[in-house]
């Protein structure tokens, strides 16, 4: 099964609202990543929290992480019908050098 | 700086042919993935290299996917002879350090 599993496979806001996503996964990590994905492109780095932090920024985005719970969570603040799109959370655990991708949550932002 | 570049976007082609895909990873970065995604089955990786090298193609389905990085700026993923079930979009990602992951367009392979 998938390192990360993202929660909920589907959310529908309306703009201005916040959006959050959930992020579980099952072994000791480095760090973990989210991306972005607009249909029909590739995907995006959005940021990357190493396993010693716990709380990262970066514009309207706030990802954190609970090691303890084996989490993470991506918060966009006032959303935008631009942000609709699929974010996936990646690990990359010990020395193996890759990442791995969870199933992704597809966001909709209602204008 | 132009990312990671793939070619074809869009593949089309007849079952039993063999098909090639492109990537140039960005300069710098040593370690170069290729993904293959679909609505069943999600992100999958298929096989990765470090320094040129392969290091894991346990993603790879069958023998009939074979995957080449023969200098630090060039790689192919080879799909010989194709099926209708290769129908999804194949990425190629590069890395370079302890960051993410930069992807590219896509190719959309559509086996008929």
């Known amino acids: 099964s998938q390192q990360g599993e993202e929660d909920p496979q589907a959310l529908s806001i309306q703009e201005g609202e916040n959006a959050t996503m959930n992020c579980s996964y099952k072994?000791?990590?480095?760090?973990l990543q989210w991306y972005r994905q607009n249909s029909g492109r590739g995907l995006v780095h959005l940021i990357l929290i190493r396993s010693n932090e716990r709380e990262k920024h970066s514009g309207r985005l706030r990802v954190t992480l609970d090691t303890s719970k084996k989490s993470s969570s991506l918060l966009i603040t006032a959303s935008r019908a631009a942000d609709t799109a699929s974010y996936f959370c990646?690990?990359?655990?010990?020395?193996?050098?890759?990442?791995?991708f969870g199933d992704g949550t597809t966001l909709t932002v209602k204008p | 700086d132009a990312g990671v570049i793939q070619s074809p976007r869009h593949e089309v082609t007849e079952m039993g042919q063999e098909v090639t895909l492109r990537c140039k990873p960005i300069s710098g970065h040593n370690s170069l993935f290729w993904y293959r995604q679909t609505m069943m089955r999600g992100l999958e990786l298929l096989i990765y290299?470090?320094?040129?090298?392969?290091?894991?193609d346990s993603g790879m389905p069958e023998d009939r996917f074979s995957a080449k990085m023969p200098n630090a700026s060039f790689s192919t993923l080879k799909i010989q002879p194709s099926e209708p079930r290769d129908s999804a979009v194949y990425f190629c990602a590069s890395k370079g350090g302890y960051k993410g992951y930069t992807f590219g367009s896509g190719t959309r392979l559509t086996v008929v």
């Open positions: 990646a690990t990359d655990e010990g020395n193996a050098g890759k990442s791995t």
């Open positions: 290299f470090n320094n040129n090298v392969p290091i894991d």
């Open positions: 072994t000791s990590i480095n760090n």
